[in-house]
């Protein structure tokens, strides 16, 4: 029999690289997708759309208990893997609010609703190395204390906590993941790194002058979500239930990426690249940097794709893609 998974957030950069993976795994695969993506497959739907013919797809709302409890009540699954979030940082600070209720609330009722009903399925939560924020020591661990810096990061921190302590409270197989950034050609445009991709791509192609960013300073630990979605799966195949810390262990800064995205069309990044003070966060992370051993020993995780090879893919595929953003992509890359 094919094991059952749940991905919420099926319809995003992670989701879609992991129900990949599953399918491959040979998984039943489940996503948990809005009510408005279906009206608007072509959009909303995009990233799974070559894959969306072996998905069973569950129109529901990370809003209410009732929508998620009649999801999980109708198959009987294995695994759940709890993506779906309000991921922008910089819009939390905008929207403090509903980043807390989507983000709390939404993992809180996926959780209550398995132990509801489905105590043996395992849980994944997409913990986040933005729980660190205002770092107490570097590298990053799994035992670095949390100082988060906005609103996101504090949503994170008690989704952390609410995973610890179903698996502590009720004993179920409930697992962390603290992914530090992760990216891809599947990345959103308001993201520094599609930002930079795609803007370089249409600088390149004469489409657009300039790119406006924030702090060019700030560091992260880049790696690639097709890597990283593959040790939320390990996670759940260990005989006990635990949290990992998931990372490349190298840091670049916002300039440096800068310098490679351009430098792949044959730009340099100086003639083009205007720092904005409104791309400023109220408060910034401003270096990160993960110690994955625990998960590269007891997972076997090891990614395969270095930043360099991540940054090529990135701005060919927005080469190539470019030409057809049309206005859509324009305005999300000024974000
Ligand atoms: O790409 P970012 O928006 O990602 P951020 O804030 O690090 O968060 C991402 O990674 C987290 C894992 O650590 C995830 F949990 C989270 O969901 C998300 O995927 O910004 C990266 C850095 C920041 O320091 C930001 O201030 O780039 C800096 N930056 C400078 N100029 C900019 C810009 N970020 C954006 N988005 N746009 C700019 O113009």
Redo the contacts with the bound molecule.
């Keep these: 029999m094919a094991k059952k998974a749940l991905i919420t957030g099926i319809t995003g950069q992670d989701g879609s690289y992991l129900a990949e993976h599953l399918l491959n795994l040979g998984y039943e695969v489940h996503g948990l997708v809005r009510r408005v993506a279906l009206e608007d497959p072509q959009r909303r739907l995009r990233r799974i759309g070559h894959i969306i013919d072996n998905l069973v797809l569950h129109p529901a709302t990370l809003e209410t208990y009732p929508s998620i409890f009649n999801v999980i009540s109708r198959v009987p699954f294995d695994e759940c893997y709890h993506l779906a979030?309000q991921?922008?940082?910089?819009e939390s600070f905008n929207d403090g609010f509903s980043t807390m209720n989507t983000n709390i609330n939404g993992t809180h009722y996926v959780l209550a609703a398995l132990y509801e009903l489905r105590r043996d399925c395992k849980f994944y939560f997409a913990g986040?190395?933005?729980m660190f924020g205002k770092v107490h020591e570097t590298p990053q661990t799994e035992n670095t204390p949390f100082h988060p810096r906005?609103p996101?990061g504090i949503s994170?921190v008690a989704g952390f906590d609410l995973t610890r302590n179903y698996r502590e409270a009720y004993g179920m197989f409930c697992c962390n993941g603290i992914?530090?950034?992760?990216e891809s050609p599947r990345r959103g445009y308001?993201?520094?790194?599609r930002?930079i991709t795609s803007t370089a791509a249409r600088i390149k192609l004469g489409m657009t002058e300039e790119l406006?960013?924030?702090?060019?300073d700030?560091q992260?630990d880049w790696g690639h979500a097709d890597d990283y979605v593959k040790a939320m799966h390990l996670m759940l195949q260990q005989p006990e239930p635990d949290d990992y810390v998931i990372s490349m262990g190298e840091t670049h800064t916002?300039r440096e990426f800068c310098e490679l995205a351009f430098g792949e069309v044959g730009l340099d990044y100086r003639d083009y690249v205007k720092v904005?003070e409104r791309?400023?966060?109220p408060a910034?992370?401003?270096v990160?940097l993960g110690d994955s051993s625990k998960a590269r020993r007891q997972l076997k995780w090891q990614p395969t794709h270095s930043f360099r090879d991540l940054v090529k893919e990135m701005v060919q595929i927005d080469m190539e893609e470019a030409p057809h953003y049309g206005r859509r992509g324009e305005d999300q890359g000024k974000?």
């Design positions: 979030a991921s922008f940082v910089a986040s190395s933005e906005s996101y994170k992914l530090f950034n992760h308001e993201f520094v790194s930002k406006a960013m924030g702090n060019l700030a992260r916002v904005d791309f400023y966060r910034e992370v401003q990160l974000r």
